[in-house]
Each structure stands twice: as C-alpha cells, then as structure tokens.
C-alpha cells in the first residue's frame, strides 16, 4: 500500500519504508490524503499505512478527504487475510474502525477484482467510486466467507437476507448489482475524474460536524429510540449552537461613530 498527500510532507518518525510515503502529487484542493492499496502486502504493513493516512488526516483542518484507491486485486489474493495472528487481525480492524471514525470524509475508488483488505476499506467509505469492470470478491478460505468485520458491515448495510447470499454462499457481485444494492455510489468510465469532482465538491462538508452525523447513521441500526434520542438531542444542540454563532457573527456591528442620545 502506498500512501500520498498532496498538502505537506509526513511528520517526522512516520514509516520510511514506502507503507506511509508522501509526494506532491494529490488529486484535489490540496486536501487530500490517498492511500493505494497493494493487496499483495503484509497485513502489519496495510494497518501501518492506514494508521499513517489517519493519522495525517486528523491533524488536518476541515475540508480534509482522504482517497482510497482500490486497483484491480492480482490473481490468487481472494483468500484473506493468510498467515497471520489474532493480534494482526485485531490491530486491522482497530485500524480500519478509526478510517470509519474520522472527521475527513473518505472516498474509495476501485476498479477490478476488489476483495480482502480492499472490500473492507471500500465498506467504510463514505463516497464509492467503481470502474464498470468492478468485482467485489468475498474473502473465502476452503470455502468460507472470512469471518471479519466485513460480515457485520455487509449485513448492516444490505439487511441480514441480502447479506446472506454473499456470506454463506460467498457469491460475487459485479459493478452493476453493487451499484443497484447501493454498495457503490457512482459507476464511471473514468474514476480519476469522477475522484476528482467528489473531492472538491465532498471536501466542503468534510468535518467534525459530517462525523457525528455518520456516527448517528451507523448506530441507527442497533438503538432503539429511547437509547438513540440522546445522541440525536446532543447533535442538534450543538447545530443549534452552531448556527446560533454563525448567525451572531453576520450580524453588522454598531459603528463607533454612533449617535448619542
């Protein structure tokens, strides 16, 4: 996986040893953090590179977006995640989860066989970008859908009867039924311009306030009302706060030449 800001240099003490590289040559506004990914890589070193982006993003200001770039997966990667330990796989998905959590909003482009590492970050992605010879490859091992995050992102996001047919039956799903199941935002011919325009136009709404509301959006799922209604409640104050300030700060002030009464 390689990794790329367009705005400044990585910090001193980030990996040197190209997992978390940084050159001048971002795709938007200078905003953006991508992150491309080469499935072919160690887990230890994908989680180090996904640790690298975040920790970049999150140091910068508002309007921040990172961009993940998915490429077509080689032949013989669809088992996941091979030879590894639990705390490997524990460290991925910790990684993955603070990619989710972030106040910079994500946009994931990919384009052939998409499976493994590259699926599991394409879950957590707030804008999804796929090339029309897109796959998304279930992650099997002797036949077993791999039991991951993965299992309870797709389940969250297509409902437990669509989910089962992709996790049980480990069925493939081309660009055009990922699209229709909403698993892909937008199908281009040209995902390069297509990433383009959502990172100039996205990066505007990308910030502390587009976190709580995704935040609200993946809980909705597993609260009832009464467990929700104070999340939604302290979200709104502080859109109320929010707006309140916004609307002070419009406001002319008195000139100091003013009339005496």
Request: charged share 25%.
């Amino acid at each position: 996986m390689r990794t790329h800001d367009a705005l400044p240099p990585p910090a001193e003490g980030e990996p040197a040893d190209g997992t978390a590289k940084a050159v001048p040559d971002g795709p938007a506004d200078g905003l953006c953090t991508t992150v491309e990914l080469d499935a072919r890589q160690p887990l230890p070193e994908l989680t180090a590179a996904v640790t690298g982006a975040c920790d970049r993003a999150e140091a910068r200001a508002d309007g921040s977006v990172v961009l993940l770039r998915l490429p077509d997966a080689p032949a013989g990667t669809r088992a996941w995640p091979g030879a590894v330990d639990i705390q490997q796989i524990n460290r991925w998905e910790r990684a993955v989860r603070r990619l989710e959590r972030l106040p910079a909003l994500s946009i994931a482009v990919a384009s052939g066989a998409c499976g493994g590492p590259a699926l599991d970050l394409l879950l957590v992605s707030d804008y999804r970008i796929g090339s029309p010879d897109l796959r998304l490859l279930a992650p099997v091992n002797d036949g077993h859908f791999w039991p991951g995050m993965a299992v309870h992102r797709i389940s969250r996001q297509l409902g437990a009867a669509r989910a089962r047919q992709i996790v049980l039956w480990g069925d493939d799903i081309d660009a055009a039924r990922a699209h229709d199941l909403g698993l892909i935002d937008q199908l281009a011919d040209d995902t390069e311009e297509a990433a383009h325009t959502a990172a100039v136009l996205m990066g505007r709404i990308s910030d502390r306030e587009l976190a709580i509301r995704r935040q609200l959006l993946l809980e909705a799922q597993s609260l009832e009302f009464d467990e929700a209604l104070g999340a939604h409640l302290a979200a709104c104050d502080r859109e109320l706060r929010r707006l309140a300030a916004a609307a002070a700060a419009a406001e002319p002030s008195d000139t100091a030449g003013g009339t005496d009464e």
